[in-house]
Nanobody, 125 residues
Framework: VQLQAFGGGLVQAGGSLRLSCAAS????????VGWFRQAPGKEREFVAA????????YYADSVKGRFSISRDNAKNTVYLRMNSLKPEDTAIYYC???????????????????WGQGTLVTVSS
């Protein structure tokens, strides 16, 4: 299984970006997929996740109402739409997937077995 995260870039505060996490080797439709981020000098933190059937989504309080996670099973891809970006959203964003994860562990990075390489998001003020 390989995950490839892309779509990062430089954007002004208040702007939007859409990150993509493309999977190969296994259908993401049967996996939990999460997005995490790591800002300079900080630990990696949970951002958002989507359940296996896509019926449930989970967000960190810091991004709730601004970010939206979704999946396109036909493209085997999960997206993270980020609106109203703030300078504090600047980080490397990683996607992760797991096919055996239980919902109660969805915000823990240790719960995910497969990780993408990360994509850098820089928000200027």
């Amino acid at each position: 299984v390989q995950l490839q995260a892309f779509g990062g870039g430089l954007v002004q505060a208040g702007g939007s970006l859409r990150l993509s996490c493309a999977a190969s080797g296994r259908p993401v439709s049967s996996s939990v997929v999460g997005w995490f981020r790591q800002a300079p000098g900080k630990e990696r933190e949970f951002v958002a996740a989507i359940s296996r059937n896509g019926g449930s989504t989970y967000y960190a309080d810091s991004v709730k109402g601004r970010f939206s996670i979704s999946r396109d099973n036909a493209k085997n891809t999960v997206y993270l739409r980020m609106n109203s970006l703030k300078p504090e959203d600047t980080a490397i964003y990683y996607c992760a997937a797991d096919w055996n994860l239980i919902t109660s562990r969805i915000t823990y990075e240790s719960s995910y077995d497969y990780w993408g390489q990360g994509t850098l998001v820089t928000v200027s003020s």
